[in-house]
C-alpha cells in the first residue's frame, strides 16, 4: 500500500533536532549532535519505530540513529520517541544506498537490520541490505568487532546472506531459525514481527561480528 503524502510532515520534522533532514555534513561530527562521547547504534529501515523506541528507552547511554525513505513513517516515529522522553535518537529520511556518505570510520558499534525487502529475484540480490556490496558500504565506518543484528522471516534471504557475512568477514556470534523458541532473552519484536509471529511464521536471526574470530557464541 502507497502510503498518501502527507505535506505537513516534513515541516514538522524540520523543527526538531531529532530529525536530521540534511545528514551529508555529519560525517564524523555524529557526537557533536548527541552531545556526549556514548557509542552509536544504527538500525536501518526503522519503520514505525517500535524497536528502535524501546531499544533506546531501554539503553540510555548508547546513541541511535534510525534510517528510513519516507516522511510519512518517520514522523511518527518521533512523536513517538517525543511522547516517550526520549533523546538519545536522531532520525534520517534517506536512500540506505548512500548510507557510506554520512558516518566516518570507526563511527559505529553496531548495525540492526529488521526485515529488509528479501528481493528474491536473482537479478535484485544487490539491492538486499545483506548484500556484500552493502556490507562493504557499513566496513567503512562500523569500528572493529562491532556486530550487525539481523532479522528476518525469509529463509532464502537469511540462508544466504549467512554466505555474505562470511565472505566479507563477518564471524557468525549467534544463529538461530526460530528466534521465538531460541534462548535469545535480548530481543525487542518490531511491528511487523509481532503480527507474523502471531500467524506461527518463524523468525530467523543472527549476530555477525566484523573481523576474527567471535570471542564466544552466545
Excluded at 54 to 69: C, G, M, P, W
Excluded at 106 to 132: A, G, M
Excluded at 145 to 158: I, N, P, Q, R
Excluded at 187 to 193: H, K, L, R, V
Aim: proline share 4%.
Amino acid at each position: 500500500m502507497r502510503l498518501r503524502k502527507k505535506w505537513w510532515a516534513r515541516p514538522e520534522m524540520e523543527r526538531d533536532e531529532k530529525a536530521v533532514i540534511e545528514p551529508w555534513g555529519m560525517k564524523g561530527q555524529w557526537k557533536d549532535s548527541f552531545k556526549n562521547e556514548n557509542p552509536i547504534h544504527l538500525e536501518l529501515g526503522c519503520g514505525k519505530g517500535q524497536f528502535i523506541s524501546r531499544l533506546a528507552e531501554q539503553n540510555k547511554d548508547i546513541n541511535y540513529v534510525a534510517i528510513d525513505l519516507k516522511d510519512e513513517v518517520l514522523v511518527f516515529v518521533l512523536r513517538k520517541i517525543n511522547e516517550m522522553g526520549i533523546t538519545n535518537v536522531r532520525l534520517i529520511p534517506m536512500f540506505i544506498e548512500r548510507i557510506g556518505e554520512i558516518f566516518a570510520k570507526d563511527e559505529v558499534s553496531k548495525i540492526y537490520i529488521n526485515f529488509c525487502n528479501p528481493w528474491p529475484k536473482v537479478s535484485h540480490y544487490k539491492r538486499r541490505l545483506t548484500h556484500p556490496r552493502f556490507l562493504k558500504k557499513y566496513k567503512t565506518f562500523l569500528k572493529p568487532g562491532a556486530e550487525v543484528w539481523f532479522k528476518s522471516d525469509d529463509d532464502d534471504l537469511f540462508e544466504a546472506s549467512l554466505d555474505y557475512f562470511r565472505e566479507e568477514g563477518f564471524a557468525e556470534v549467534y544463529k538461530t531459525w526460530d528466534l521465538q523458541e531460541s534462548d535469545f532473552s535480548e530481543n525487542i519484536e518490531t511491528e511487523y514481527e509481532e503480527k507474523f509471529s502471531s500467524f506461527g511464521v518463524k523468525i530467523k536471526f543472527g549476530i555477525f561480528r566484523l573481523g576474527g574470530v567471535p570471542e564466544g557464541k552466545r
